[in-house]
């Protein structure tokens, strides 16, 4: 197929949206945690964008998206980026490097995520080595499923833009990751607070922004599946933010930090739905989203257990709840797949063995990688190190 100059276009835009939301997750952390340690959560962000970059182009789109191997993983003949062209090729309009370096930043996002797990107390050398090995045996096997001709996706899940990919892996990593590197000096015997608000609501602001690409450049054309992903996924985050900023009134007051959470779950929701159903059901899977993700934050609070900045309450337990909903709710008017409420019980039982599965080897699998990391090389900085601040032990700078 020729090249279509308009799709090739809204690819490489969409690409840009994604990519912004790396560093917008970075200043969104990096706000949440104390002064000592802004810099570095916000480095951090940069540092697995650089990494990821590196690794998807070697080997981690081959991986991801080679011709199958068995259901589990692509084989290696993209190594190198051998075969991807600049030029569309095949029934696609787009060049196959454009769908490349949308799905790097893809791959980038869902790690900047998951250092939410160590935020304030993670060694920077063993943080690399977790990277790139994460990425390889964790990230690549599980996009493979869903989105590269694996088994998940012979099965029949549908994943639009990437709730069980990006949402369910990353949350359950985090939880996984936090468990083995245990909490932070003086969690839960003195307050950890945010140290700067207004950042991380400019981070809320940019992942805001930025999901519009993740969900609409999902289409992979610029048709109604895009629009109909545009739409849903301002209104689920709308009725996320309004949903958890009442839950969260009902128990005391409806904070900032609040709201720009709840926008965040109810986005993370609508992401494997988000070309599948109608506006309406939007709003539904946003607000449920909003309501639940508190209810798992507070759960998360009263286990004791420091998560640090709650990606596993809100991309893990959101990314179920959206890979669910859309095995529900998917509306044939709308892109052509029926949900358990028009009568196909095969998606929801589809959609649910894909969550299950992912949510098991992300988390099964980042315990083990980590739990190994931590006995060799250990995760941790030191106590010293830990009390002066990341940002002066690892970058020699103050924020």
């Not at 920077?124 to 096997?141: E, G, K, R």
Request: proline share 3%.
């Amino acid at each position: 197929m020729a090249l279509d100059t308009g799709v090739t276009t809204w690819l490489m835009v969409s690409a840009l949206l994604v990519m912004l939301m790396t560093p917008g997750v970075g200043f969104f952390y990096g706000g949440l945690v104390r002064k000592k340690n802004f810099i570095s959560m916000i480095a951090l962000s940069f540092l697995v964008l650089s990494l990821t970059s590196i690794q998807w182009i070697l080997y981690g789109y081959s991986l991801a998206f080679g011709p199958d191997v068995g259901g589990f993983i692509g084989n290696l003949q993209y190594l190198g980026l051998s075969g991807v062209s600049a030029t569309a090729t095949g029934v696609a309009a787009y060049p196959p490097l454009v769908y490349m370096v949308f799905q790097l930043f893809f791959a980038s996002v869902t790690l900047t995520i998951v250092t939410s797990a160590v935020a304030e107390r993670v060694k920077l050398t063993s943080f690399i080595v977790f990277s790139l090995i994460w990425l390889t045996i964790v990230y690549c096997p599980i996009a493979h499923w869903a989105w590269g001709g694996g088994w998940a996706q012979q099965m029949g899940l549908i994943d639009f833009a990437g709730g069980t990919v990006v949402e369910i892996c990353s949350g359950f990593a985090a939880l996984a990751l936090a468990m083995v590197i245990g909490k932070r000096a003086g969690f839960g015997e003195y307050s950890l607070e945010p140290h700067n608000i207004p950042i991380a609501l400019l981070g809320a602001a940019l992942l805001w922004f930025g999901w519009f690409g993740f969900n609409a450049g999902s289409a992979l054309a610029v048709n109604a599946s895009a629009v109909t992903a545009f739409v849903n996924t301002n209104t689920a985050a709308a009725a996320g933010a309004l949903a958890w900023m009442f839950a969260s009134w009902y128990k005391g007051k409806p904070s900032s930090l609040g709201m720009v959470s709840g926008a965040i779950a109810g986005m993370v929701a609508i992401t494997p739905a988000a070309g599948f159903v109608t506006p309406l059901v939007a709003v539904l899977i946003g607000a449920v989203a909003g309501v639940l993700c508190f209810g798992m934050m507070l759960l998360r609070i009263s286990r004791q257990l420091d998560e640090s900045l709650d990606a596993w309450a809100i991309h893990g337990m959101g990314g179920v709840w959206g890979t669910l909903a859309t095995g529900l709710f998917a509306a044939a008017a709308v892109a052509g797949f029926s949900g358990f409420f028009e009568g196909n019980t095969h998606q929801l039982v589809a959609n649910t063995i894909g969550a299950l599965a992912a949510v098991a080897y992300a988390f099964v699998m980042t315990f083990v990688i980590a739990w190994i990391l931590d006995r060799v090389i250990g995760l941790r900085v030191t106590p010293d190190e830990e009390y002066v601040g990341l940002d002066i032990c690892h970058h020699g700078e103050r924020a």
